[in-house]
Structures are given as structure tokens and as C-alpha cells.
């Protein structure tokens, strides 16, 4: 009996029978490989058992440089020397089929590299020969490989970090990536995360995993970021980055440059730049200072903005230069005393240095004034430095500069701050000097006013005299005359001497009351300033054919008396300045009282004069009216004011400031 199993195998291993397809007619079998024979560009040689060339195709006839009808007959290692040789033959025919290359100097001179591939035809022994070249491959794959070195040494070589970045990971690093992220060798970083050489700080603006972004397609172009080291060390990177093939899948090629240096440079310079404009700046402003208060407050505040520092300060040596005291104190948690402090001999010696003392650490201090140390331990500084303030070469004073914690006051820090005290101490003789000027015009103001109450108190006491001693003289001189008159004949020579003896008497009284008068107006002391200025401008006009207009306003009750001397004195000067120099026909006066003060306004229609004239005359000494009229203004902390230009008349207005109780 047959095995089961076997016939089961057999079953399933039967395959139907497919019908065979029918055999090509000759005709088109030779016609279709004729057609693939022309359509080769391979050379192709059909060869008898002696190896005679039979048949050439047209690659062929072009490889040799012949016809195919001088080839047809010739031996094919007479054709083909350098490619097929006699033994070369032999084994063609024994192998059947055979391969191998060689190179060829073709018709045209060129050294060509051939894959000869042979076939054996068995029903005729005869050899089908074809020829490839491979010379244009070769060239290409021998460039290839050249541009393939080429490209590895310059990404190993390049100065420039290159990585390629793929699913976020490091699958390639050159030298330089791993020198610039200071890891030991390319194969190290290649165990890290690209976030990992990305600073927290840039890592959500890196996005080097954009499907959008087509291959060979920029993502980043210059783009500056925070990279980090293995040693967790910051550094500034400039990154360009485009998507790229690795392996068949997308990643990203990107190089860095290490720009540190570069940014610190540029910080360097920037921050430079910004000292010298920030000192200009602060030079600018203390020159524009004069109050020497204000100044130091400003000195102070300068060098708290400029080192950041906790706690500023001015030490100043007061002019005996037996003791010194503290000014525009900054950044203080303890109250400041100002009460001077006295100077022994290591105190002065170390307050009247040129050169900055620095002193890292107060405890160990032995440089800084004992007593300065009190207020420096109290506000719990560690780190102090004094910078001198010199006026003339000269020390002046001491720029303090402190901090509560450690502090190196870098090279930085002492050049801003020495520039600092040479800035301040120009500002310093300068807002010494303004307090020494304002100094002596409060003075001089004092010495003027003081000068002008003894004029007026002198004005007094003659218009007295002359009221009461010259004219009570007067007075009985005309009584005796009188006296005589009635003792004369009418009709007698003498009695018409007399009669006009008493009338150049009454002119003299006259003119006696009238220049008392002027000389203290009872109008003014016993009415006001009002009705006496009313009684100036009528008398002005009566006397000069110059018709005054004068308005008051406000002013209901008496001021000052030696207020209202210094305003009536005033308009006098301006009303006689008309009189001489204006050729004016109209003038004007005007008082106003408003809620800080009082504005007097003389003007006139007169033919003006220019100002600079003025002030050459008041220089040598002509036209001192206006210097009294603003003499008396300023003893009242008044303001004159002269608007005049020539051929359009003058006004003059006073400003005089009253406290809020008149």
C-alpha cells in the first residue's frame, strides 16, 4: 500500500499545467534583437570559434574608430590589443561566460576603463563580446569620493561647531562642537540631548523640528543664542541651521560659533559708551550748578547711581580745616548727625590724602579717620572707598562710597568714581565760589539798603532843618522887613527896594518848603503812597507840559514806610529821566496790588534809547538813576525790568514781592 502521507505531498505539491506559448516567427525574432542590438550603447562584438569579428554595432565602430565593414574579418585581439589578448581569448572560449575590466586608449586619444563581459554561443561556438564604459562612472564616484573627503575635512577641520540634530538627538558632532561645549571628545556629546547644550533662558526660541520646513530650507540665519557647557558654563552662540536627509530621515544641520569674546566686546564698548555719555551728562549738570548744597546732594547722588552702591557720602573739611562734617549722605539707615567733628593728627592726615583709600574690610581698618569709622560701622558697611575732592590741589572734602557686603572695587568702579570727584571738585570751586558771590551781594544788598535808609534818614533831617530852622529865619527876616516897610514912605525910592526884597523873600520861603518838599514829601509820610504819587505826577505836569496819567489799584491800606519811600522814589527818578531824555508828550504810572506783591509801571510816548548804550553809560559811571531805581528795588527783593527800543518809547516795570501779612 502506498503511504498517505506521500500521496497527500504529492497532491499538494502538482501545479497546474500553462499552456505554452506559441514560438515567434523567425522573421521577428531576428527583428526584435536587431532592434535591442542597435538600441545598445554598450559595444558589442559577435565572434567565430577563431575569434574573427563577425558583426560590430555602431558603439562598437565608435570605441575602435571604424566601420564596421574594415572591422568585419579582423581578429578581435588585433582589434582590441590593449582590451582582449590571445590568452584572454582562450579563456573566454573555456569559461563560457567571463568578466573583468581593463583600460583602453579609445580613437580620440582618451584613456577609457572597460567592463568586458563574454558569452559563449554553444550551437555555433562562437563568442559574444560586450564592452561597458566605465570611465564616466568612475570619474563620477572617484569626484564623489573626492567631494565626500573634501566635505569631511572641512566639518572635521572647521572652526565652526557642526552637529546634525535628529528626534532631538546628537547623531553627528564635529571636533569644534565638542571644544566650544568644552566635552572631551565628539563621541562624548554625542551621549547628551541637544536641549542639553541649550541655555534655559534660549531653549522655548530654538525650533529646530518644524514639519513645515522643506529640506535644504533655512530655519535659522544668524540667530543668536545662550548655549550652555558640560560644565554648565553660559556662553553666547551665533547659530545658522537648515533641514537636512540623514540616514533617509529628516534632521537638522546646524553650526555654531562661539561669539563670547565677541558679546563681551560689545558690552565692554557699550557699557563704555555709556560711561562717558552718563559723565557727560553728569559733567553737564554740575557745571549748570550753583548752590553748593544742591551740588553735593547731586555728587552724592551720582556715585550711588554709577557703583550701585548701599550708602554715599560727602565729607567736607570746614574752612578752618580743624574739623569736618557729613553732607548729602545717601542710602543711610541711621540718622546722619551734621554737627562738625574735630580732626586730630592721623584723622587729618588720612582725610587730607590725593589718592583713593580703599578698604575692603573695616574691622582690620587702619586708614579711615577714627570718628568716621562710628558712623561707617553703624550703618554696617564692609566695603568702603574715599575718593578726595580737591579744589586748586587742594583737598576739600572726601567722596565716600560704600557697600554692606564684600565688594572689590574693580578697575571699573575707581575710574568712574575718580573721574567722578575731578568732575565734582571743578563743580565744587565753582558752587564755592557762587556761595562766596551771593555771600558778598547779600552783603552788598545790606550795605545798600543801610545806604539808602541813611539817604532818607539824612533827607529827613534837612527837610526838618529847612522847615523848621531856615524857615522859621525866614520867617522872622520877613517880619522885621514888613516892619520897615511900614516905617518907609509910599512914595519914598526905598520904600520899592523894599517891597521887592519882600517878594524875593517869599519866593526863597517858597522855594525852601518846595525843596523840603522833595526831599521828604508830607503828603507821603502823613496820607500814603497813594495820594503823595497823585500829588507827584500833577506837580510833574503842571511843571513840564507833560501830561501824566496815574491809576492805582488795591491799594487800600499804608504799607511799609520804607517801602513807600523807595516806590515814591521811583517814580520820582523815572518821571525826571522823562523830563531830561524822553521828549516824550504822554506818560503813564501805574501801581497795582495783587496777592504777592506789588507792580509799579512808568511809561511814557517818548523816543526810547537802546539798552546797551544804557548799560555802557552805567559802567562809566553815567546814568546812575537806573542803578538807584534797582537798588532800591532789590533791598526789597524787587525786580526791575527796562523794555526799550528806540523811536517807540520806554517802559519800566518794578516788581516788589510783599509778605502774605501786608
Known sequence: MSDPKQ??????????????????????????????????????????????????????????????????????????????????????????????????????????????????????????????????????????????????????????????VQEGKLVFVNPSAARIFEYASPEEMRMVNFSDTVAPASRPFVFLNDSNQTIREDILRNYEIKGLTKHGTIIDLEVNAQLVTWNGKPAVQASFRNITQRKMLEREQALWLWEQETLSSIDRKLVSMVGLQRMLDAISQHAKTLTRADFTGVLMLNEDGSSYSWNSVKGNITPVARDPIHLDDKQRQSLLSKEPVIQRNLQENVELPTKSLMLLRAERLHSVGCFPLTVEGAVKGQLVVGFRSDHAFTGRDIRLLVSLAEKSSIALANAQLYESLLQREKELQMLSGAHVEAQEEERRRIAREIHD??????????????????????????????????????????????IAYNLMPSV??????????????????????????????????????????????IVQEALNNIAKHAEAKEASVQVIRHASGIRLTIEDSGKGFDPSIVAQDITERRGMGLVSMR?????????????????SGTTIVIDIPLPSQQ
Open 524 to 569: 507821603l509820610e502823613d496820607f500814603g503812597l497813594v495820594p503823595a504819587l497823585q500829588l507827584l505826577c500833577d506837580q510833574f505836569s503842571q511843571r513840564n507840559s507833560i501830561k501824566v496819567e496815574y491809576q492805582s489799584h488795591g491799594l487800600t491800606t499804608r504799607l511799609e514806610p520804607a517801602l513807600e519811600v523807595s516806590l515814591y522814589r
Open 7 to 164: 500521496h497527500g505531498v504529492a497532491h499538494l505539491n502538482q501545479r497546474p499545467m500553462m499552456p505554452k506559448a506559441p514560438p515567434l516567427h523567425p522573421t521577428l525574432h531576428a527583428r526584435m534583437v536587431g532592434t535591442l542590438i542597435e538600441m545598445m550603447s554598450d559595444a558589442l562584438f559577435v565572434l567565430d570559434v577563431n575569434g574573427v569579428i563577425q558583426f560590430a554595432n555602431l558603439p562598437a565602430q565608435k570605441l575602435v574608430g571604424l566601420q564596421e565593414q574594415a572591422l568585419i574579418g579582423q581578429p578581435i585581439f588585433q582589434v582590441l590589443e590593449g582590451i582582449v589578448s590571445r590568452e584572454t581569448w582562450q579563456t573566454m572560449q573555456q569559461r563560457g561566460k567571463f568578466e573583468y575590466e581593463s583600460s583602453f586608449k579609445s580613437s580620440t586619444g582618451i584613456q577609457r576603463m572597460i567592463h568586458v563581459s563574454s558569452s559563449v554561443i554553444e550551437e555555433e561556438g562562437g563568442v559574444i563580446v560586450v564592452l561597458h564604459d566605465l570611465t564616466e562612472r568612475r570619474e563620477l564616484t572617484r569626484r564623489f569620493e573626492e567631494s565626500q573627503e573634501k566635505y569631511q575635512n572641512i566639518v572635521e577641520n572647521s572652526l565652526d561647531g557642526i552637529v546634525i
Open 469 to 514: 530852622s531856615l524857615g522859621q529865619m525866614l520867617t522872622a527876616i520877613k517880619f522885621n522887613i514888613e516892619i520897615l516897610e511900614d516905617l518907609i514912605p509910599r512914595d519914598s525910592p526905598d520904600y520899592k527896594r523894599i517891597e521887592d526884597t519882600k517878594n524875593l523873600l517869599d519866593a526863597t520861603m517858597a522855594e525852601a518848603r518846595k
Open 631 to 647: 537798588e532800591r528795588a532789590a533791598s526789597f527783593r524787587g525786580t526791575v525790568t527796562i523794555d526799550s527800543v528806540p523811536n
